[in-house]
């Protein structure tokens, strides 16, 4: 299993940034595939998740009005489009994927992602 996370930057206030993750050695649909971060003087926290190659999708409370997770099935790919960014989301982004198990809901416990992707830094700042 790999996952490759890729799209980090420096960005303004209020600008966006899109973040992407490239999955492969497993069954895209499924893995639960998304994001954590880990921001300045904060535990490592669930941002969005989706899988069932999309029938599945959870917003964490970082992401909610603001960050909108998607997939692509073709390409094993996961984009996180972030808006409206704010000096607060700044800090490392990181793709995780965890085996669906057939439940109703998408695992959000850092403990329930086995496979994890190398961190990309996000900065917003003016």
């Known amino acids: 299993v790999q996952l490759q996370a890729f799209g980090g930057g420096v960005v303004q206030p209020g600008g966006s940034l899109r973040l992407s993750c490239a999955a492969s050695?497993?069954?895209?649909?499924?893995?639960?595939i998304g994001w954590f971060r880990q921001v300045s003087g904060k535990e490592r926290e669930a941002v969005a998740f989706?899988?069932?190659?999309?029938?599945?999708?959870y917003h964490g409370e970082p992401a909610r009005g603001r960050f909108i997770i998607t997939s692509d099935a073709a390409s094993a790919t996961v984009y996180l489009q972030m808006n409206n960014l704010r000096p607060e989301d700044t800090g490392v982004y990181y793709c995780?994927?965890?085996?669906?198990?057939?439940?109703?809901?998408?695992?959000?416990?850092?403990?329930?992602?086995?496979?994890w992707g190398q961190g990309t830094q996000v900065t917003v700042s003016s």
């Open positions: 995780a994927a965890a085996r669906l198990d057939g439940g109703t809901w998408l695992p959000r416990g850092i403990e329930q992602y086995a496979y």
């Open positions: 050695g497993f069954i895209f649909g499924d893995y639960s």
């Open positions: 989706i899988g069932k190659n999309g029938d599945m999708i």
